[in-house]
């Protein structure tokens, strides 16, 4: 209470943490992954209470209207760390290897003199776990990783299955990293959580938290009038309410009204695992403090990407509805006010510029991204009106069609081009986020709404072409419907 009151009084006196100066601050980055913002205590959550996480709010900025630009991992992550969309770094799935030619804010720090390390869930190249350059430390496995007993490799060097959970083994090892490092030069620690991400695993003392909550479908998911018809095809496959429900459902798909106990465990063992996050947060945070480090530190706690939990009948993410696309982030540290919200539009792709700003480190150049930093000062007045949003059908997950949109503050489009160059076969959907924040009325075909859908499309087709999209250079995969089948286990 005596801290919080502190920080409540500088707050009042307009007080904000001196400009960066030398030593040059450190830099920690908490990425989660696949963590929706109702799901921290500092966005409203009413269940979930993650008061390590709130404290770094208490002490910077939380971002209340934070976007993932393509709502899927690997690509998602490359933009965090590139300050590029996904046309640009290449990363469209799951799969690919970030490039190892592109700069991204870790490497630039390096060059600068940092110490650098990642340690934990990298996730871009399934299948390799070696170190990537701009690292002097680097640590991960193939994969998603498991929750329990994963098998690590160790900078190239060995690998070893170290037994336990794997937000705690990961965070001690993040510690042990630290513990080690000279207070002579700065450094940069990327610490990459696989939670809470699925198939959800709570570790036994949060496995049995939220027995007594109960959890219901979202309503909006028994009312899709109006919506797409791919929306509905979805709603038994692994990415709908009524399919497996990443193994929470054995079988499927079950359209009983009683089967929506399978949803609320499945929604229980989700938050299970963010507690053990926030118990990763406070260990890591009492270490700076402890060291007399924490002053010092930009702090960040960021999601990837956003996910459905049963709105609109679906789960996962991929999608340009709210849940998919909103990311939680907040920022703590030197330069940077205290306790603020920021309720412009930031983008994954402005981390990257925005880091770099506040290390007084050279600039990435020709970058999508823009820093905030002058933002959150109050000190920008030429911020975005609208960015847009992509989304490339996979064949190996066929839930999702071919996405391209634009959200501003208070309206959205959506399209679903077909990929050959024809006209769009989905219905499109516009939504006025200002009356609608559930977007459950789609407008995209009433006549009274036929200018702002114009509009929009006009926007969006500039925003595309500013980056060189335009007919026949935006390229993606056809669309080939929406299928039952489910996806290979290795890939899940």
């Not at 036929?450 to 500039?462: G, H, I, Y």
Request: net charge negative; with cysteine.
């Amino acid at each position: 209470m005596r801290l919080r009151s502190w920080v409540w009084a500088m707050v009042l006196l307009g007080f904000a943490w001196p400009a960066m100066s030398s030593p040059r601050p450190n830099v920690l980055l908490i990425l989660c992954d696949d963590l929706r913002t109702d799901a921290l205590g500092c966005y409203g959550s009413k269940q979930v209470r993650t008061p390590a996480i709130d404290s770094i709010a208490a002490r910077g900025v939380r971002f209340a209207n934070a976007f993932c630009t393509t709502s899927l991992c690997s690509p998602s992550r490359a933009s965090l760390l590139t300050g590029l969309y996904a046309h640009r770094h290449g990363v469209r799935d799951n799969f690919t290897e970030l490039p190892n030619h592109l700069p991204h804010w870790p490497g630039r720090l390096q060059s600068a003199g940092y110490r650098t390390a990642y340690l934990g869930k990298w996730h871009m190249g399934e299948a390799n776990d070696e170190p990537r350059p701009g690292f002097d430390w680097f640590v991960t496995h193939r994969g998603q990783g498991k929750y329990f007993n994963t098998e690590w490799n160790l900078n190239g060097t060995e690998r070893v299955t170290k037994p336990g959970y794997y937000t705690t083994v990961v965070t001690d090892m993040a510690l042990e990293w630290l513990r080690d490092q000279s207070r002579d030069q700065p450094w940069v620690l990327c610490l990459g959580h696989k939670a809470p991400h699925s198939f959800y695993q709570p570790e036994d003392k949060y496995a049995h938290t939220f027995d007594s909550v109960a959890v219901p479908y979202p309503d909006s998911a028994f009312h899709l009038e109006g919506k797409p018809q791919w929306i509905t095809q979805r709603l038994d496959t692994w990415h709908g309410i009524y399919g497996p429900l990443f193994e929470w459902r054995k079988k499927f798909p079950d359209r009983r009204p009683e089967a929506v106990q399978d949803f609320e465990n499945m929604v229980h063992a989700y938050w299970g695992t963010v507690l053990s996050v926030d118990d990763s947060v406070g260990r890591l945070l009492g270490f700076l403090r402890e060291s007399g480090q924490l002053d010092n530190t930009v702090v960040i706690f960021a999601g990837d990407n956003g996910l459905l939990q049963g709105e609109h009948g679906m789960v996962d993410k991929r999608t340009m509805h709210e849940p998919s696309i909103r990311i939680p982030l907040i920022v703590s540290g030197p330069g940077l006010p205290l306790e603020k919200v920021e309720n412009h539009q930031v983008l994954t792709v402005d981390l990257a510029p925005s880091l770099l700003e506040l290390c007084d480190a050279e600039p990435i150049p020709d970058i999508q991204g823009k820093s905030w930093c002058q933002l959150v000062r109050g000190k920008d007045s030429s911020w975005r009106d609208g960015w847009f949003y992509e989304y490339n059908y996979e064949r190996q997950f066929p839930y999702t069609p071919n996405v391209r949109g634009i959200r501003t503050a208070n309206w959205k489009y959506i399209r679903y081009p077909h990929g050959d160059g024809q006209p769009d076969r989905h219905r499109a959907e516009l939504y006025d986020l200002g009356t609608d924040p559930g977007e459950t009325r789609n407008l995209a075909d009433d006549p009274a709404h036929a200018a702002k859908r114009a509009e929009l499309q006009a926007a969006l087709d500039a925003l595309m072409a500013q980056e060189g999209l335009v007919s026949g250079v935006d390229k993606m995969p056809l669309d080939e419907g929406i299928k039952p089948q489910l996806p290979d286990a290795k890939i899940r």
